[in-house]
């Protein structure tokens, strides 16, 4: 794929998109951006200035390897945003998600549609935002957690391993510790869509939890 438009895609002339990445429809790639690899963009996305999208994972064992990256539709990633692709499953970027300003998130994740990660927020690998959750300036989100639907968590907060991050919280400070009901968010919510919501974060966490353990009895093998 060369530089220009095509497809109805503005690519500004110094930006560099790989001859692997499948571009929808209506998306704008800013000055400097680089997307690379097997990554898969929908319709209606904006990359702005110097976006890294779609490089190697950050591990050790696929330094060398081409993972792969799914992006939806109406999503916003503003300059110098880093999404790294998977290892053995693909990076998921659902819709209407906003990424600020140096945000990242590394391999394996899946952000569901309309989280917000703020400046600098930095999501590890192998980490599920559930939907509509908001991820503070500078926070910071430890490998294989499970961030449930209508969170917040505060800015420079730290999220370290184990943390049972349950749907619909405000979480402050480092380690991160629940402050109070996140009602800015959950005003609107019924009941029943809560109840649904915090069984998505059951099962994500199940799956996680499965998933190491599957880990553990191949490297025991």
């Known amino acids: ?10 690519i500004h002339p110094t930006a560099y998109v790989d001859v692997m990445v499948k571009l929808g429809d209506n998306n704008y790639i800013g000055p400097f951006c680089h997307l690379t ?30 993972g792969e990256l799914k992006i939806g539709n109406n999503n916003i990633f503003r ?27 590394a391999h394996d994740c899946i952000i569901e549609d309309g989280v917000t990660l703020s400046v600098g927020a930095i999501i590890l690998g192998h980490v599920h935002v559930m939907k509509e959750s908001n991820c503070g300036s500078g926070c910071v989100i430890h490998q294989h957690q499970v961030i449930g639907s209508w969170s917040m968590i505060g800015m420079g907060a730290v999220v370290p391993k184990k943390t049972l991050v349950e749907p619909g919280k405000v979480w402050v400070g480092n380690p991160a510790k629940i ?18 919501q915090k069984l998505r974060w059951k099962d ?14 191949i490297l025991a093998y």
């Open 79 to 105: 300059e110098f945003v880093t999404i790294n692709a998977g290892t053995t499953t693909p990076t998921e970027i659902h819709n209407d998600i906003i990424m600020l300003r140096g945000s990242h998130v």
């Open 179 to 196: 402050l109070r009901d996140n009602t800015y968010l959950t005003k609107n919510i019924v009941h029943g869509v809560m109840a649904h």
């Open 37 to 66: 690899g097997e990554l898969t963009v929908g319709d209606n996305n904006r990359f702005e200035g110097h976006c890294s999208i779609g490089t190697r994972p950050e591990h050790k064992e696929y330094w060398h390897k081409n």
């Open 204 to 217: 994500a966490i199940s799956h996680h939890i499965n998933n190491e353990k599957k880990k553990c009895l």
């Open 1 to 10: 794929m060369g530089k220009g438009e095509l497809a109805m895609n503005f």
